[in-house]
C-alpha cells in the first residue's frame, strides 16, 4: 500500500538532488469556487511509490477559524504565486477530516475519506462531486506569467480662459459746418416825389427781421462694431512611458530535461521510498 510523504520531508532529504529550483507550493494563497478566498497552501503530500503529488494541505483559515485538510492535488490550477480550487465549496471542506500532521497517511485511505466528504449529507446536492482518479493527477500545465503595460489617459483641466469686457471713454472732435444769418443794412440815396407827407404815420415806426442760425445738436447711437468667437482646438503630442516588466520563463535544455538557473539538470529519478522512510526513521 503506497503511502504520502510530506513534500518537506524530500526536500530535507535530498536538497542536492532537488537544488532550489524545485516546485513548492507552500505559501501561496488559496482560492476556492468563485475566486473565493480560503486561505494559504500549507504543504503537499507525495505519494511514495510514484513520486507525484497527490494532495495539498490547505489552510481553511478564510472559512474557518482553523482548520486544514487535504485536498486533492488534480482539483488545482496554479497561476503564479495563486492555487485555485475552482470547484471547491465551504461545505465540501467542512465535511473533510481535520489534517493531523503526526498520523502516516496511505493513498488508498485517503482516497476513500475523499470518495465520503465529497458527496456527504452536509454537502448541498448540487455541490456533491464523484471523485475520479484524474483528481488526484497534479496539474502538468504550469502557467509562465508575464506583465504586460496598459496606459489609460485621464481628462485633466490644462487652462481655463476667460473672455470679458470693459468700457473705454474717449474724446472724439467733429467738426460741423453752421449757417447764421447777420443783419445787413444799406442805405441808398434817392430823389423821387411822394404823396406821404411827414407827420402822417408814427414816428416809431420800425421794421423787424428774424435772423436765423444753425446750432450743432449732439446725438449718440450704438453700433455692434465687432463680434468674438472663443472656440477651442485639440492638439496631440506624444508621450514615452518607460517602466520595468517582468515575464517567467521556462527553464528547460534541448534535450526536454528540467535545469536549474546554472543551467544544472535536476534529477529526481534517485529518490525512492526507502530513502524517504530512513529519512523519517521509520
Excluded: C
Excluded at 497527490?54 to 482539483?75: E, H, M, N, T
Amino acid at each position: 500500500m503506497s503511502q504520502l510523504i510530506r513534500l518537506q520531508d524530500i526536500q530535507a532529504t535530498h536538497r542536492d538532488l532537488i537544488g532550489d529550483d524545485y516546485y513548492d507550493p507552500t505559501g501561496k494563497t488559496a482560492y476556492g469556487a468563485n475566486e473565493e478566498k480560503i486561505g494559504k497552501i500549507e504543504g503537499a503530500l507525495v505519494e511514495d511509490t510514484t513520486g507525484r503529488i497527490r494532495y495539498l494541505i490547505v489552510d481553511a483559515g478564510g472559512w474557518f477559524s482553523s482548520k486544514d485538510v487535504l485536498v486533492p492535488a488534480g482539483l488545482a490550477r496554479i497561476i503564479g504565486d495563486d492555487v485555485f480550487f475552482d470547484s471547491l465549496t465551504e461545505s465540501q471542506v467542512e465535511a473533510m477530516e481535520v489534517y493531523d500532521h503526526d498520523y502516516q497517511y496511505s493513498y488508498k485511505e485517503q482516497y476513500e475519506n475523499d470518495r465520503k466528504a465529497f458527496v456527504a449529507d452536509t454537502v448541498p446536492t448540487e455541490e456533491r462531486m464523484e471523485m475520479q482518479d484524474t483528481d488526484y493527477n497534479a496539474p502538468n500545465t504550469l502557467e509562465l506569467l508575464e506583465e504586460r503595460l496598459t496606459v489609460n489617459k485621464d481628462h485633466i483641466v490644462a487652462g481655463l480662459v476667460k473672455v470679458g469686457k470693459h468700457v473705454v471713454t474717449e474724446e472724439r472732435n467733429v467738426e460741423v459746418d453752421l449757417e447764421e444769418e447777420h443783419a445787413h443794412i444799406e442805405r441808398t440815396n434817392v430823389d423821387r416825389p411822394t404823396d406821404r407827407r411827414i407827420g402822417d404815420v408814427d414816428g416809431n415806426e420800425t421794421i423787424e427781421i428774424e435772423l436765423e442760425a444753425e446750432r450743432a445738436r449732439v446725438s449718440k447711437e450704438t453700433y455692434v462694431a465687432e463680434e468674438v468667437n472663443v472656440g477651442k482646438t485639440t492638439e496631440r503630442r506624444t508621450e514615452t512611458i518607460i517602466e520595468t516588466i517582468q515575464r517567467e520563463e521556462l527553464d528547460i535544455d534541448r534535450d526536454g530535461n528540467v535545469v536549474d538557473r546554472e543551467g544544472n539538470i535536476i534529477d529526481r529519478d534517485d529518490i525512492t521510498a526507502d530513502d524517504v522512510r530512513r529519512a523519517r526513521g521509520m
